[in-house]
């Protein structure tokens, strides 16, 4: 059984030595390559290919994202379709994905739960010949896509991998994972809630503030990333900011009876405190 492929990577060595590989295995014909998340999606709109090899971290775009916008693609044209009568043909449905990452074990067990393979760098033959069979076997099984319906199909897959992304594993349930995952330019970081300063919300985009870096988190909301943090340590003071009280390194009186936090972090950002929050404040300080 050959099929199609594409390899996004924006490494060219990364590239050359997967395509290698490939020919190696036999009966992978890959049709384009691309060097970034804007070129993923247009090469996937060009190609349909069965199967895509995509890059965890790239810059500007990661492999998550792409999918999300592929997802927000087909879902797009499926409304407009549905709007339309008699509509000349369905959505292409998204292929199968293969991820290569330099994660380490805490994402690859996301990667295994929803079971879309993965390649961890630098690529081994056996694993790559491995991850081929894996995918063409869901392939030729009909494994449900981006048309199918939206419990079973591919979204739904990746939707629930970005959520496991920044959860807590089965035995993990009842307690806070002791890190978080922050991408930071291109790159997709482990890091300890303890060095955590701060984390705000401007315009739908989580910042995850530490004393030494900043960067984004996954989350969508502040409330989905507090269900991340352990409560003991963390504080919604303001509607648009999460503080580690243990990094908090000054309590300033403002206005009519309020306070201001100064945090821990290299630009020593200052923080409102809500009037609704005040109290809390009192009480942990003992003001």
Request: charged share 30%.
């Amino acid at each position: 059984m050959s099929i199609s492929a594409l390899i996004i990577d924006d490494e060219q060595l990364a590239r050359d030595e997967l395509k290698y590989l490939l020919d190696s295995v036999g009966d992978v014909d890959v049709v384009a390559e691309g060097s970034n998340g804007i070129e993923a999606v247009d090469l996937i709109d060009e190609h349909h290919p069965d199967l895509v090899f995509l890059d965890v971290q790239m810059p500007g775009q990661d492999g998550f994202a792409v999918i999300q916008r592929l997802i927000d693609r087909n879902r797009d044209r499926n409304r407009a379709r549905s709007a339309k009568s008699g509509a000349e043909k369905d959505v292409a449905p998204l292929p199968q994905f293969i991820f290569a990452t330099a994660y380490d074990q805490y994402a690859v067990r996301a990667f295994n739960v929803n079971a879309v393979d993965y390649l961890l760098k630098p690529f081994d033959l056996v694993r790559v010949s491995e991850a081929v069979d894996r995918a063409k076997a869901r392939i030729a099984a009909g494994s449900p896509t981006a048309g199918a319906a939206p419990e079973v199909g591919i979204e739904s897959q990746i939707d629930r991998l970005l959520r496991l992304l920044n959860r807590p594993q089965p035995a993990e349930q009842g307690r806070p994972p002791a890190k978080l995952i922050v991408q930071a330019q291109s790159r997709l970081l482990l890091v300890d809630q303890a060095d955590i300063c701060f984390a705000s919300i401007d315009e739908g985009v989580i910042r995850i503030v530490t004393r030494v870096f900043e960067g984004q988190s996954k989350c969508r909301t502040l409330e989905e990333l507090l269900e991340l943090l352990d409560s003991a340590r963390f504080w919604r003071a303001h509607r648009g900011f999460v503080v580690n009280i243990d990094q908090i390194r000054e309590v300033m009186p403002w206005f009519k009876s309020s306070y201001q936090l100064r945090m821990n972090d290299k630009q020593q950002t200052e923080i409102p405190v809500s009037r609704a929050q005040t109290k809390r404040l009192r009480e942990l300080f003992n003001l």
